[in-house]
């Protein structure tokens, strides 16, 4: 019996280990994340107040109120609005710095570093600078517009300003790791590329859309579907900066999951608002990534 | 490239270099201001006429001493458990054969995909309703489960986490395996010849691993903010976040106070990115050419 044992044991051992190893990481993982995974897809169809009583299951009524209420609707358009507004601005500005950072300059590590810095920062100490800035009385903009003698501006009570901000400071915060992730694809672009071509006889922009956009594809993807799973969660700095406001101007969808779940204990209308984000997020990849593999094609 | 060219770069970058570090300088020097003059002020360089160190004092007087301990302790078992988790498992997702492997790593691949605004009512509910945690009963009734208990910021772990490990295993891909053949062939075990032979040569990734989710701990507001309202329990950063959210909404601005420990929550990842830069930037850009 024993030597069976052992030599079960033997023969078994690299599975054994594995099993070993894995087992108790995958299982904390999954006692954490199993339940709201599948209550994440189930949650949208029930109403619910998440307290004493039990969850009724109500169908599609959730997603039926979602896409009938206006409120609801133009919070998901502002989540995709402001999110896309926050992405295309943080790529365009990183690309472009990432640019300059490619150049033969000296000192170009440490640009490289302060351009990093803000993004090791915590959004709750770096909100409250803007807030402040912002102030209508005694804020630090308005004072500037005083001195050089033109009308302040009550930036809270404005959604094209409050709306400006929030992409400002969003790209403040991520441009340095996103040029850092674009410098990465330039620089892992074969030089003899550039150098054949140039003999070939091709000018600047024929170099860039022949050999620097194609060899950027890959770098491309990652930054932008990143990116999309980012702003459209995107919901923290929306509640410090603006609170959704004014009135509503700035009310993403992903803040407004955070009141009717957590706040208002409307559970069932905020698994409802989950699920299309969730699934917009998805699909929103997925599409990006087949516009992207259809191109690698030709 | 012409002097000229150089110049309008340089102009370009030093812009740059000042908009990223003026938030930083800002909030330095605000925290030495007295609230009332503060709320006058209105300048962009807030550097004070008078300096008072009474806020910047107060981090160690009242409330906040205790969450910056509170996110030390989470740094250091995040960056632990995550660490280990990545080196472990990379570790046998790249050496050992076993069934159901292929699999395993299709699973680490989806999971970071899982959008977690999917994820955060229920696993609010879930952690309320943990059984037998802070007065539940078997069923999850009767208490308040995780929601301001003390080990709600140690016990959630997330898909994005499982990054770490498809990161370590693409490293030790990288690596050939003559170094552990040979030091199984002087009898060493798994765990010595991974401790002995395998963590010295993986050095730089395990330091990236490591200082990232240290970084990225500290800086995590949402988790404290949303489950602990117990000042004993808080970290730094969800106390700074609650003095932040709490600006907008009520009478009393103490904005300097605010500034003061923002300032003072911002030195230590500061200090690990100026001293241990490399290894986030390149860890971080790694990262992307890889996935």
Redesign the interface.
């Known amino acids: 019996m024993k030597t069976n044992k052992s030599s079960f044991l033997l023969r078994n051992r690299?599975?054994l280990?594995?099993?070993a190893?894995?087992g108790p990481?995958l299982l904390?993982?999954l006692i954490?994340?199993l339940?709201?995974?599948v209550?994440?897809?189930l949650?949208g169809f029930m109403e619910w107040n998440?307290l004493t009583a039990s969850p009724k299951w109500v169908g599609l009524n959730n997603l039926k109120v979602f896409f009938e209420t206006p409120s609801y609707l133009s919070s998901l358009w502002k989540q995709l609005y402001i999110g896309l507004l926050c992405l295309t601005v943080n790529v365009a500005v990183a690309f472009f710095?990432a640019l300059?950072?490619n150049?033969?300059?000296r000192g170009r590590g440490f640009?490289?570093?302060?351009?990093?810095?803000?993004s090791?920062?915590?959004?709750?100490?770096?909100?409250?600078?803007?807030?402040?800035?912002l102030q209508p009385?005694?804020?630090?903009?308005?004072?500037?517009l005083?001195t050089i003698g033109m009308n302040p501006i009550i930036w809270t009570y404005s959604p094209f300003w409050m709306t400006f901000w929030i992409v400002v400071y969003y790209t403040?915060r991520s441009v340095?790791?996103t040029a850092?992730?674009w410098?990465?694809?330039l620089q892992?672009i074969d030089p003899t590329l550039y150098e054949v071509g140039k003999i070939d006889g091709a000018g600047r922009w024929q170099l860039i859309r022949y050999v620097t956009i194609p060899g950027l594809r890959p770098?491309a993807a990652?930054?932008m579907i990143?990116g999309i799973?980012a702003v459209?969660?995107m919901w923290?700095l929306v509640?410090?900066i603006s609170?959704g406001g004014p009135t509503g101007a700035t009310d993403v969808l992903?803040y407004r999951?955070?009141r009717d779940?957590?706040q208002s204990f409307n559970?069932g209308m905020?698994?409802a608002s989950?699920?299309v984000?969730?699934v917009l997020?998805?699909l929103l990849?997925f599409v990006y990534l087949r516009i992207f593999l259809k191109g690698e094609e030709d | 490239?012409t002097w000229s060219r150089?110049l309008i770069?340089?102009f370009?970058?030093a812009l740059?270099?000042v908009?990223?570090?003026y938030?930083?300088l800002?909030?330095f020097l605000?925290g030495f201001w007295d609230k009332d003059l503060?709320?006058?002020?209105?300048?962009?360089?807030?550097i004070p006429d008078k300096w008072l160190t009474t806020k910047y004092a107060m981090f160690f007087g009242n409330d906040a001493f205790r969450p910056f301990l509170n996110s030390f302790l989470r740094v250091f078992w995040y960056a632990f458990y995550i660490t280990v988790?990545a080196v472990?498992?990379g570790y046998?997702l790249s050496r050992?054969?076993?069934?159901g492997?292929k699999l395993?790593f299709v699973f680490i691949l989806a999971?970071q995909?899982?959008?977690?605004?999917?994820?955060?009512?229920?696993?609010?509910?879930?952690m309320?309703r943990f059984p037998l945690i802070g007065g539940n009963d078997l069923m999850g009734q009767g208490g308040t489960g995780f929601i301001n208990h003390p080990l709600v910021l140690y016990?959630?772990?997330?898909?994005a986490s499982f990054m770490w490990v498809y990161l370590f295993r693409q490293a030790m891909n990288g690596l050939p395996k003559d170094y552990e053949e040979a030091a199984y062939i002087d009898g060493s075990g798994?765990f010595r010849t991974l401790f002995l032979i395998i963590v010295p040569i993986q050095k730089p990734i395990i330091a990236t691993i490591i200082l990232s989710n240290a970084?990225a701990t500290?800086?995590?507001?949402?988790t404290p903010?949303?489950y602990i309202s117990d000042q004993k329990f808080m970290t730094m950063?969800?106390y700074?976040?609650l003095?932040?959210?709490r600006?907008?909404?009520f009478g009393s601005r103490d904005?300097p106070l605010?500034?003061a420990l923002?300032?003072v929550?911002?030195i230590p990842?500061?200090l690990?990115?100026?001293f241990m830069?490399k290894y986030?930037?390149q860890g971080?850009?790694?990262a992307?050419?890889k996935?």
């Open positions: 690299e599975p280990l594995a099993l190893i894995i990481f904390w993982y954490i994340n339940f709201p995974l209550t994440g897809f949650l998440g710095l300059l950072l150049m033969p300059l640009f490289r570093s302060a351009f990093y810095i803000p090791i920062t915590s959004v709750a100490t770096t909100t409250a600078v803007l807030l402040s800035l009385q005694g804020g630090g903009l308005n004072g500037f005083e403040w340095g790791p850092i992730i410098l990465a694809g892992s770098i990652y930054i990143t799973i459209m969660q923290d509640m410090l609170r992903a999951v955070y779940g957590l559970l905020a698994g989950s699920l984000l969730g997020t998805l990849s | 490239m150089r770069i340089y370009f970058l740059g270099t908009i990223t570090i938030p930083l800002f909030s605000a503060f709320g006058g002020a209105a300048r962009l360089m807030p988790m472990l498992i046998v050992l054969r076993f069934p492997r395993f999971v995909l899982i959008p977690s605004s999917l994820m955060f009512i229920p696993t609010y509910v879930e309320a016990v959630m772990i997330g898909g798994f970084i500290w800086n995590d507001f949402l903010f949303i950063a969800g700074v976040g003095l932040v959210s600006l907008t909404a904005y605010v500034f923002a300032t929550t911002t990842p500061l690990i990115f100026l830069q986030i930037v971080f850009a790694s992307g050419i996935g």
